[in-house]
């Protein structure tokens, strides 16, 4: 039997964006695990009974890592400003998550790793992905959602790994942007106007090209949408947070369904 391991960040992430993939994998035979590195925290009792109940829909095995998100282990608010905007990568927390992840890949003996991109910015996602550029070839990515759904995020993610042209933007367009990607209830109204021009400022500074970089779409029948959206749904109290509701079926509805289909993102990454 082979293995797909897909690595989430926290304790949603993987499932927010991979559900269908995941499906697609159990139907084909595979065994699928989601190694969820940055569980502790305030929540994180509420959160493992969450993401229980999500790969119970799935039929998903858990790995927990364990380590402390970022509010915790830096002591800072759990805000888009502290998260984002001033948050940097240690590189001797990535070198240890990619350590346990190497070892996590060993004994499960994954034939395939799913990682994060890093679209949004957040601290966590990006350790994750520094991390995984150390472990096997055989390492895929997928498009984080609900951060996917904003151009300026992917925008933004695309000029950070591939270079590109600088962009302009104004902020209404940006406000406008997080709103409709179901990102609006992330950045709070007291930090909101400098989150908004500091996003502006980002698109439009010089980016140097690491990698080369193609997104692309992976198709899922509609037979599977309830299936997943089952499993998104289960995590409750991160969509509060995210969204600012606990039903994600209008947005993913909106963002992710097209002619008697739906879609998820992989990304391609290769050398320049």
Do not use: N
């Amino acid at each position: 039997m082979k293995t797909t391991l897909f690595v989430s960040p926290h304790f949603d992430d993987a499932v927010l964006s991979c559900a269908g993939t995941m499906i697609a994998r159990r139907a084909a035979g595979h065994r699928v695990i989601v190694c969820s590195v940055f569980t502790r925290g305030p929540s994180e009792r509420a959160r493992s009974i969450e993401d229980q109940e999500a790969l119970g829909h799935l039929d998903a095995e858990p790995r927990v890592l364990g380590l402390a998100d970022a509010p915790t282990r830096e002591r800072v608010p759990a805000s888009f400003e502290s998260l984002v905007l001033h948050a940097r990568v240690r590189r001797t927390l990535a070198r240890e998550v990619g350590s346990r992840l190497a070892r996590t890949i060993r004994e499960t003996r994954a034939d395939e790793v799913w990682l994060p991109l890093g679209i949004g910015g957040h601290v966590d996602h990006l350790t994750v992905f520094e991390a995984g550029l150390a472990l096997a070839p055989r390492r895929r990515y997928y498009v984080e959602r609900p951060y996917g759904f904003v151009p300026l995020f992917r925008a933004l993610r695309g000029r950070e790994l591939a270079g590109g042209a600088r962009r302009a933007i104004d902020v209404p367009r940006i406000e406008t942007q997080l709103t409709l990607g179901g990102c609006g209830a992330m950045v709070s109204a007291s930090e909101r106007t400098g989150v908004l021009e500091a996003l502006r400022r980002r698109l439009a500074r010089p980016a140097v090209a690491r990698f080369t970089l193609r997104f692309v779409a992976i198709h899922h029948p509609i037979s599977r949408w309830r299936r997943a959206m089952e499993a998104i749904a289960a995590y409750r109290s991160q969509l509060v947070w995210l969204l600012g509701s606990a039903d994600p079926s209008r947005l993913w509805r909106a963002h992710a369904r097209r002619d008697g289909h739906w879609l998820e993102h992989e990304a391609r990454l290769g050398d320049r």
